[in-house]
Nanobody
């Protein structure tokens, strides 16, 4: 089972960026999908998450500016970043809770390698 992130890069203040994360492999079901972010010297913090029923939860700083969506068939979670601010500069990490199959079923929590979002002041 593998997690691949895409998107990010340089964004202008007030502009938008989109981050995507896709899981592939022997995936039986994806439960929770989420994005976190981290800046140097700080702990990783939750940006937004989506439960298996699609219920979304946002950090206060993301509420009203960021939008999380998930496509179960494509095993993809997307984070749309709008009205960017310099303080949104961080490494963004995808996180997915996976039920996989093989010889038997198992559960694993996967993290992406991170994608950089940079918003200059």
């Amino acid at each position: 089972v593998r997690l691949v992130e895409s998107g990010g890069g340089l964004g202008l203040p007030g502009g938008s960026l989109k981050l995507s994360c896709t899981v592939s492999g022997n995936v039986y079901r994806v439960r929770r999908m989420a994005w976190y972010r981290q800046t140097p010297g700080k702990e990783r913090e939750l940006v937004a998450s989506s439960a298996s029923d699609g219920t979304a939860n946002y950090a206060d700083f993301a509420q009203g500016r960021f939008a999380l969506s998930r496509d179960g068939a494509k095993r993809t979670v997307t984070l749309q970043l709008n009205r960017l601010k310099p303080e949104d500069t961080a490494v963004y990490y995808c996180n997915q809770e996976i039920v996989y199959y093989g010889v038997s079923y198992g559960y694993v929590e996967l993290w992406g390698k991170g994608t950089v979002v940079s918003v200059p002041s």
